[in-house]
């Protein structure tokens, strides 16, 4: 079975995040692979364990996410591809993600790709979809169970804290929602080998990609932290009273309406 | 000059730190007070691969440097100093005894268990009335029809209980009016050899601490580890290796009390603000980041030695010698910057203070480490 997993390099859910000249300081920071991409990995290696295959990690990013990638090899993937965009995009988006991902993938193989349900910095959710649209194969979201037959998949889906169980069959993509495994910790003898394992960094062009193919759909406006938050207001009396007050403050402070 | 770590060594550092946090830190506290082993940690680890990190992968150890181990063993202690000891005393006192000296035969038979964590490692040497001081060792090994038969003591063994065999020195005869020591391989589990856990320590609860008797033990011959005569020359080159150890997992503990104190000192208010704000304190916590970080690098420099083949006796003596004893300044201040509250079990600084004073005692004390600094700076 070939098995793709799509994975991103984002910020430690540790870190504190703040804003100079109006972009995030990445200045010390330090970086992980997005938590529901470890799920992804971690599904690809059981899958694979249990049928067979092979699975190459894809990741758009920069010359750091070599780290990362690294990682996911150490964890168990068999190879790895690192589109390094660092010196063609200024500003992408989850389209540009998605085209660049989409445009490796259209002439392979596959038969599973997994990514993670978001990513928890842009947290869009988009670039699997997107993929799975562009490669014109079926898609299930924020999965928490795969269960593989042949080339039937079952596959139990989180609807907001509900179970939904989908029938439908390989070629697939789909992303990773918590609760679908527990990711494994990288053994020393997979973090010893993981360097001997092949990882092809391919640029723009090694894909015949103009930038104006991928040009972001988007454009980002402003960046700025949320509010502070303040302090909350308990409060006091009769309970009927309390209600009053409330449907009142939420009037004339939070403005609903 | 390089500082940086190699992509292995980062990797490592990041999923021991993890793993350390979110396996090994949250039990700490109660195995302390119920004085129990981290057996389960350990089988995570073995399943991890880490317990044979240093050893060549045809024993089934993972071929790291001995950076990785001072960076794991670091991470442990941090989280959970009695594990931290555990850990470097199964590799480097353990198994690099029989790495070191063992015959293809002994290291098949012997080391390959303990990479796999099918057994700890251990190693018996101190004995009642003799540890830096050869000389004074009483335990005998009196060969008898192709076998050793052992009678004598070994006290403060770490690991014994979980070690299904260890490799012991005993005086095996006697040349030129001085005491010949052999090291001897010999499994646990032996006729008259009887594994006592019964010391009331200090610190290092969790750790496994025991005494050893040996009662007409036998084993064949064979079990010779390295020359014979030559148990006691193995065992200083054993111990320049463990020293690196006890100097990762002083440097350990030390951060982990520095952390907890930066962290307490940022939280707790007095006279409208915050105590980090008072130059009291900060030159306090000023000191303790410099002394971990000095530690620190002469922990990494001693390791690196090692791992380029030269010479590494005397770094591996100051590290050891300056980790422990900034180890047990930092969680006194610690303990001190806590106030009331560091005297109390729950905020884990009293805990620190207490397993970090092992580090200036374990593997040689910090006198006998100045006796080694000395003797190589030609005194």
């Not at chain 1, 972009?23 to 899958?47: C, L, M, R, S, T």
């Not at chain 2, 463990?242 to 930066?262: D, N, Q, S, T, W």
Request: one cysteine or more; charged letters at 25%; proline letters at 3%.
């Amino acid at each position: 079975m070939n098995i793709f997993v799509l994975m991103k390099r984002t910020f430690d859910t540790e870190e504190k995040i703040t804003i100079s000249g109006g972009i995030i300081n990445e200045d010390g920071a330090e970086f992980i692979i997005n938590p529901y991409d470890e799920y992804a990995i971690e599904e690809a290696i059981q899958v694979r364990d249990a049928h067979g295959g092979e699975i190459t990690v894809i990741s758009v990013g920069n010359e750091e996410s070599e780290k990362q990638v690294r990682t996911a090899l150490a964890m168990g993937a068999d190879k790895a591809v690192l589109i390094n965009t660092e010196d063609d995009i200024e500003n992408g988006d989850q389209f540009t993600t998605a085209k660049i991902l989409a445009e490796y993938l259209k002439d392979k193989e596959v038969d599973l790709i997994l990514a993670g349900n978001v990513a928890i910095d842009g947290g869009s959710g988009q670039v699997g979809p997107r993929v799975a649209e562009l490669l014109n194969i079926p898609y299930v979201t924020t999965i928490t169970k795969l269960e593989i037959d042949g080339s039937n998949v079952t596959v139990v889906r989180d609807v907001e804290g509900d179970s939904e169980i989908i029938e439908t069959s390989l070629p697939l993509l789909v992303t990773a929602q918590q609760g679908l495994n527990e990711p494994r910790y990288p053994s020393l003898p997979g973090i010893m080998k993981a360097k001997k394992k092949p990882l092809d960094e391919l640029e723009l062009d090694d894909l015949d990609l103009e930038e104006e193919d991928i040009e972001a759909k988007t454009k980002t406006i402003e960046i700025y932290l949320p509010p502070k938050k303040e302090a909350g207001k308990v409060l006091e009396g009769e309970i009927a009273d309390q209600v009053k007050e409330l449907v009142r403050l939420l009037h004339t402070e939070a403005k609903v309406d | 000059m390089n500082f940086d770590f190699t992509a292995e060594q980062e990797m490592i550092r990041r999923t021991i730190r993890e793993f350390a946090e979110e396996e090994v830190a949250p039990g700490a506290l109660e195995r302390d007070r119920k004085k129990e082993f981290p057996l389960e940690v350990f089988r995570k680890l073995a399943d991890m691969g880490m317990m044979g990190l240093p050893f060549p992968e045809k024993y089934g150890g993972g071929g790291a440097d001995t950076i990785s181990f001072a960076i794991v063993t670091e991470e442990l202690s941090r989280a959970c100093a009695s594990t931290g000891i555990t850990y470097s005393a199964h590799i480097s006192l353990g198994g690099a005894p029989l790495h070191l000296f063992g015959t293809e035969e002994q290291k098949q038979k012997f080391l390959v268990p303990i990479c796999t964590g099918e057994t700890f490692g251990a190693f018996g040497l101190t004995e009642p009335s003799a540890g830096s001081d050869a000389g004074g060792t009483r335990t005998t090994a009196v060969e008898e029809n192709g076998e050793f038969v052992i009678n004598g003591n070994k006290c403060f063994i770490t690991n014994a209980s979980y070690a299904k065999h260890l490799a012991l020195t005993a005086v095996t005869g006697e040349k030129d009016g001085k005491k010949e020591i052999s090291a001897i391989i010999v499994p646990t589990n032996s006729n008259g050899f009887t594994v006592i856990n019964n010391y009331e320590k200090m610190g290092l609860n969790a750790s496994n601490t025991t005494e050893l008797v040996l009662e007409d033990v036998r084993v064949p011959i064979e079990h010779m580890l390295g020359k014979r005569g030559e148990g006691f020359k193995q065992f200083l080159v054993t111990l320049d290796g463990g020293r690196i150890g006890i100097g990762a997992m002083a440097v350990g503990i030390a951060r982990a009390a520095y952390e907890k104190a930066l962290q307490y000192a940022k939280e707790r208010k007095q006279f409208g603000k915050s105590i980090s704000q008072f130059q009291a304190i900060q030159f306090k916590l000023a000191d303790m980041a410099m002394k971990i970080e000095l530690a620190r690098n002469m922990v990494y420099k001693a390791a690196w030695l090692k791992d380029q083949g030269r010479p590494f006796s005397k770094e591996a003596s100051m590290c050891k010698l300056y980790a422990s004893e900034i180890s047990m300044e930092v969680t006194d201040q610690a303990v001190q910057i806590h106030g009331g509250y560091g005297y109390m079990k729950d905020y884990h600084v009293e805990r620190y203070m207490r397993d970090a004073k092992l580090t200036e005692i374990g593997e040689g004390t910090s006198e006998v480490q100045r006796m080694v600094i000395a003797r190589l700076i030609g005194c």
